[in-house]
């Protein structure tokens, strides 16, 4: 039995784009509902507890728009609010940080990763554990690379390339300044002999060639986005619940219908700097007032 109920997706911004586009090209009948948390980004530096409610509170306002799946497309609220989210809201939900796992044990031949992502993901220790689950003879090492997250802001803020595609154009972050950052913050994992780096935050995709350049040939950069679009399938496939091939989610030229949402005051520019991560325009997008996301999910503390 097919389900035309959109697949829901959300991150701290505009980053987690990068797993909406790795999905609407895995399944391009699915419609997508995105949410970027964007007024309360970057949630790499926050506490747990505090990204675990955030995580909350939009979770429970996209189960509210009868979302069938949720991604939440974000490392640092996957390692914080993954568990809690599986058992209080009522549809399946999925992280990305056990699909970079598994795509990075995949990859590697000498067992040794590496894994650049934001203080909170590192921190927590989720990458290390889940790498393990897989394969506990995997030696690990994490790099906390919070100026990378910087970079890609900084240049959605300068609108200085935003009429190119993103994913596509491999040169918007070839500056000599952007390669000094990369290789002075990727320099320690070249020390440990790791053959695979997995990038453990969804805007490090947009620096993949930089990191690649920086740590030198043999070393293979993977990123969630696409083993986390190919588990969407496969739980919806598991669960019957993949659109049918009608028009029944689609729009009216016959494209999935993708919508959006954000914490942003400023819509118009979310919609201009996310067009080119997404390579689709921007189209339905809401403003969410986070009075509303705090009144809709009570607080974490209260459910326990």
């Known amino acids: 039995m097919s389900s035309s109920k959109p697949i829901g997706v959300f991150d701290s911004g505009l980053g987690g784009l990068t797993v909406a586009r790795a999905i609407s090209a895995e399944l391009p009948l699915e419609p ?63 992280g990305v940080i056990a699909p970079g796992a ?17 203080e909170g993901t590192v921190a927590s220790g989720s990458y290390e554990r889940a790498i393990h689950a ?25 609108g200085n390339h935003l009429h190119e595609d993103w994913m596509r154009n491999k040169e918007i972050f070839d500056t000599e300044a952007i390669r000094e950052v990369v290789a002075e913050d990727v320099a320690s994992l070249r020390n440990h002999k790791i053959d695979t780096v997995v990038l453990g935050c969804t805007h490090f995709p947009l620096l993949a060639p930089e990191i690649r350049a920086a740590l030198g040939d043999g070393v293979r950069v993977v990123s969630s986005a696409e083993e986390t679009a190919s588990e969407v399938r496969q739980i919806l496939e598991r669960r019957d619940e993949l659109a049918a091939s009608d028009k029944s989610s689609r729009g009216a030229a016959g494209e999935p219908m993708y919508r959006f949402a954000t914490t942003s005051d400023d819509i118009t520019a979310f919609a201009v700097a996310g067009r080119f991560i997404f390579g689709h325009a921007l189209d339905s997008i809401e403003h969410i007032d986070l009075a509303t996301l705090s009144e809709l999910a009570p607080k974490i503390t209260d459910l326990a």
């Open 32 to 94: 997508i509902f995105y949410v970027g948390d964007t007024k309360r980004c970057p949630y790499g530096p926050r506490k747990q507890e505090e990204v675990c409610q955030f995580a909350f509170e939009v979770g429970t306002w996209l189960a509210a728009r009868d979302v069938k799946l949720l991604v939440i497309a974000c490392n640092t609220a996957t390692a914080a609010a993954l568990p809690m989210l599986q058992k209080t809201l009522p549809m399946p939900v999925i």
């Open 102 to 118: 598994r795509a990075a044990v995949q990859a590697t031949r000498s067992r040794r990763v590496g894994v650049l992502a934001t």
């Open 134 to 158: 897989m394969d506990a003879g995997v030696t690990v090492v994490q790099q906390a690379t919070p100026r990378f997250v910087q970079i890609v802001e900084h240049e959605l803020a300068s």
